[in-house]
């Protein structure tokens, strides 16, 4: 793992759009390499010829393979909050918030396995990346939970507690239906756990 200093302050971004283009070529290819082979098996030369650069070219835009990994950490992060963002933006309600995301996050983990094997990777590459990715995610359903119970829209509780079992529950799922059994049908898993969050575990009497 690269040092702090390196982790603290990546290179500046390109001043073209040609080199901001070249940048995006060399982290999509890394996003197959490293996702397809694991972050040990990929390397900067496989990343480059995937690429079609050359070496020299990669170290214009990035410091190290951990540098591109990191990138891609927070690649995964931009484009699945704005997948559910719009996923979830006619809700009408903090529950159908809950059902529609759900769905829409299995949907995204089976689109994106090779950046949802790169978030899980990179808790063993740097962890302080890994964390505060879900950090980050966590914040936002914090309030948004914290916002609807005191709206009544539903029970009271801790949010923090709640926002982690959710994003938990969510996680588990992608591992399961997203990567590890694709060809599973995703609105019923979905629906499923809906019940869970919604009901509970508690016998229903009289239902």
Excluded: C
Excluded at 28 to 52: L, N
Aim: glycine share 8%; hydrophobic share 40%.
């Amino acid at each position: 793992m690269s040092n702090s200093d390196e982790v603290a302050t990546p290179l500046p971004p390109p001043k073209t759009s040609r080199g901001e283009l070249t940048r995006q070529k060399i982290l999509d290819a890394a996003q197959r390499e490293i996702g397809g082979k694991g972050f040990a098996e990929a390397s900067v030369s496989t990343i480059t010829a995937e690429a079609g650069v050359g070496q020299g070219t990669f170290y214009l835009y990035f410091r190290s393979k951990e540098d591109v990994l990191r990138e891609l950490v927070l690649r995964m992060g931009r484009r699945l909050r704005r997948h559910l963002t719009l996923a979830t933006a006619n809700a009408a309600s903090r529950l159908d918030a809950e059902r529609r995301g759900l769905l829409a996050f299995l949907e995204f983990a089976r689109a994106n396995p090779d950046l949802y094997r790169i978030v899980e990777e990179s808790q063993f590459v740097d962890a302080s990346v890994h964390r505060s990715y879900y950090e980050e995610f966590a914040r936002s359903y914090r309030t948004a939970l914290a916002t609807a119970a005191a709206g009544g829209e539903i029970s009271p509780g801790d949010a923090d507690v709640r926002a982690w079992a959710l994003m938990g529950l969510s996680v588990m799922l992608g591992h399961r239906f997203g990567l590890w059994d694709p060809e599973a049908p995703l609105k019923p898993v979905a629906d499923a756990a809906f019940d869970l969050i919604a009901k509970g575990l508690e016998p229903r009497h009289g239902s």
